[in-house]
């Protein structure tokens, strides 16, 4: 219920409502069983100049792990002043920012360039540094008619109906995470090496703790190579063991995104926006149109180092 300032309205004019008020009219529609929310009666330019709209977004966003909103007619600067709310932002050493708002990197297609081949495939954003971003609003500015939705997924689910056997397998394990393996394998070898100068491949624990709530999250996506730790006498009795004994474990753990009862889609129209918690969630851009526009932005709020 919307409260006014409390001001006596005699002329019949509508009563003014505060910022603050706002909060408590935010109207939230869950998509599915386990992941994503839709939220309406919110403009997030507003929300960014009201603390406590703010915290009750985070706590949205902490227990539907994405949220989605429509009709955001804002501009940049709207966009990176809520995405700063949560922290810092930090650009991409590949896809680059707008030069006017430094962090709000711009993923733009276009009918002469070809498909991308990275959106298209599970993943944490950025997880070969060595603080992931712990959340992303990503906002679209322009996209095709039809097609190019984006998915999502409930990794700390996924971690959560594991066989028990597994959780046991892999407490404790590391993997390392390569930027160099995925942007850098298509450039030319002298650039290739001097992004993994760099950015050298970060290590995280295959189940990482969710810093604010403590649910324990697979930590493994398209990023990942490769187990640091598995050659133990636990796992390995032979040399072969090892190979392809770690490989088919992570391909399994990597393969738990791709269950349907753990994930949502979204149908992107323009002025639509998407902030996920980077920390518990994967994310799978649908690239199934053809050649066009589509102008997308995205604002990576620095994070943790995982644990």
């Known amino acids: 219920m919307v409260t006014t300032s409390g001001a006596v309205n005699t002329l019949g004019s509508p009563p003014k409502v505060s910022p603050t008020a706002l909060a408590s009219a935010i109207k939230v529609e869950q998509l599915t069983c386990t992941i994503g929310a839709e939220i309406t009666n919110v403009n997030v330019a507003v929300a960014a100049q009201d603390a406590d709209m703010m915290r009750e977004i985070y706590a949205l966003l902490l227990k539907h792990r994405v949220l989605f909103f429509r009709d955001q007619d804002i501009d940049r600067a709207d966009h990176v002043k809520f995405a700063s709310h949560f922290g810092d932002l930090e650009d991409h050493p590949v896809a680059g920012s707008d030069p006017d708002h430094p962090g709000l990197v711009r993923i733009y297609k276009s009918p002469d360039q070809p498909n991308d081949r990275y959106e298209n495939s599970w993943h944490t954003d950025a997880t070969w540094r060595e603080?992931?971003?712990?959340?992303?609003?990503?906002?679209?500015?322009?996209c095709p008619p039809v097609?190019?939705?984006?998915?999502?997924?409930?990794?700390?689910e996924a971690?959560?109906?594991?066989?028990?056997?597994?959780?046991?397998?892999?407490?404790?394990?590391?993997?390392r995470h390569s930027i160099e393996a995925s942007f850098g394998a298509a450039m030319p070898e002298e650039k290739r090496l001097a992004l993994h100068a760099q950015f050298p491949d970060a290590e995280h624990p295959v189940v990482r703790t969710h810093p604010d709530?403590?649910?324990k999250t697979?930590?493994?996506?398209?990023?990942?190579?490769?187990?640091?730790?598995?050659?133990?006498a636990e796992n390995v009795r032979f040399g072969q063991d090892y190979s392809p004994g770690a490989s088919q474990l992570?391909?399994?753990?990597?393969?738990?995104?791709?269950?349907?009862?753990?994930?949502?889609?979204?149908?992107?129209?323009?002025?639509?926006?998407?902030?996920?918690?980077?920390?518990?969630?994967?994310?799978?851009?649908?690239?199934d149109y053809p050649p066009c526009h589509r102008k997308m932005e995205r604002a990576g709020i620095m994070g943790d180092a995982p644990y």
């Open 131 to 142: 603080k992931p971003p712990m959340g992303c609003v990503l906002r679209c500015v322009e």
């Open 147 to 156: 097609g190019g939705d984006t998915m999502w997924v409930n990794m700390v």
């Open 159 to 175: 971690y959560a109906r594991l066989p028990e056997d597994i959780k046991a397998r892999i407490d404790g394990l590391k993997a």
């Open 213 to 215: 709530t403590g649910e």
């Open 218 to 232: 697979l930590f493994v996506n398209a990023f990942t190579t490769h187990f640091t730790n598995y050659h133990s």
């Open 250 to 287: 992570l391909n399994y753990l990597i393969s738990q995104a791709y269950i349907p009862e753990y994930q949502v889609r979204w149908r992107w129209k323009p002025n639509s926006i998407a902030f996920w918690d980077n920390r518990s969630t994967q994310h799978y851009a649908v690239m």
